[in-house]
């Protein structure tokens, strides 16, 4: 047996059950501190290491807990981060939700004079800035604007409170079409 096998020997013998429990103190869930601790131990002597001495070997796992959890806890927070970018919802949309949708939205719109209709046709279908469609309707930027808010306080009145977390309605039949 080789001496780094040996002081994993030891050290798992003796000190196993204080390097869990050091590792549930930091988890809070003894399953998870059990992952942890192993998982500290592949990486400590994974590679042939010069760790001849328990006494430091212990510290040093102990060390490699530590990491461990925090690379673990920033991996997740990161995922969490970007996992809306990657998943996709479980949720599967049939035909008649995008033809109702759709419906809903022409109707809307129906309700807007041709102003209004313009603008938001202009700045959620054809993806314009305010600047280019005062260019194309020959108005100023303000006046975009403000036919912009006009327009969605009226579709919010007939297609319901447009959230933060929500996407309008025009715009996922917008992103439908260019499928």
């Known amino acids: 047996m080789a001496a780094w096998e040996q002081v994993l020997d030891d050290l798992v013998q003796v000190r196993g059950h204080a390097l869990v429990r050091y590792a ?6 003894r399953r998870s501190a059990e992952d942890l601790v192993q998982e500290a131990l592949v990486r ?3 590679r042939t290491r010069p760790l001849r001495d328990a006494v430091a070997a212990e510290a040093y796992v102990r060390r490699a807990i530590l990491s461990e959890l925090l690379d673990g806890h920033r991996r ?6 970007v996992r809306h970018l990657v998943a996709r919802g479980e949720r599967v949309e049939s035909p008649e939700t995008s033809a109702v ?3 809903s939205v022409e109707a809307a719109l129906a309700t807007l004079s041709p102003r209004l209709r313009a603008c938001v046709v202009l700045r959620f279908y054809d993806d314009l800035t305010v600047a280019e469609i005062a260019r ?6 303000g006046t975009v604007k403000r036919y912009l808010s006009d327009a969605m306080d009226a579709l919010e009145g007939v297609l319901g409170p447009v959230g933060a977390d929500r996407t309008t309605d025009i715009e996922l039949v917008r992103t439908r079409e260019a499928r």
């Open 24 to 29: 549930t103190y930091l988890t809070g869930d």
């Open 101 to 103: 949708e759709r419906a």
């Open 76 to 81: 997740s927070t990161r995922w969490r981060s």
């Open 44 to 46: 400590c002597f994974g």
């Open 136 to 141: 194309t309707l020959g108005v100023a930027d």
